[in-house]
Nanobody
Framework: QVQLVESGGGLVQAGGSLRLSCATSGRTFSDYTMGWFRQAPGKEREFVAE????????WYTASVKGRFTISRDNTKNMVYLQMNSLKPEDTAVYSC???????????WGQGTQVTVSS
């Protein structure tokens, strides 16, 4: 029961950086654990990163650890994904998602395209 809108995607060269943003509305933002997912062409949706309600705890899939950083600003109802040292295999549609006390993400944004050229 939260609306999510992603922005910040684009075309970058390998080794470059992008910062994705997710704007939320509809409920108290600090009640939600937030995550980023991605779906590459011809592939299933993949978990990328997650951040706790307070922002004090984060989790990452192994392939992005050390390169990506998830963060949130509860005063602005925003969540971010800083992506550094981008690789062509990072090319995908990136979506933010929200969940409450369940492990299942129920609310999803429409996604933003990230393309990394070799």
């Amino acid at each position: 029961q939260v609306q999510l809108v992603e922005s910040g995607g684009g075309l970058v060269q390998a080794g470059g950086s992008l910062r994705l943003s997710c704007a939320t509305s509809g409920r108290t933002f600090s009640d939600y654990t937030m995550g980023w997912f991605r779906q590459a062409p011809g592939k299933e949706r993949e978990f990328v990163a997650e951040i706790s309600r307070s922002g004090d705890s984060t989790w990452y899939t192994a392939s992005v650890k050390g390169r990506f950083t998830i963060s949130r600003d509860n005063t602005k109802n925003m969540v971010y994904l800083q992506m550094n040292s981008l690789k062509p295999e990072d090319t995908a549609v990136y979506s933010c998602a929200a969940r409450l006390r369940t492990s299942v993400y129920r609310d999803w944004g429409q996604g933003t395209q990230v393309t990394v050229s070799s």
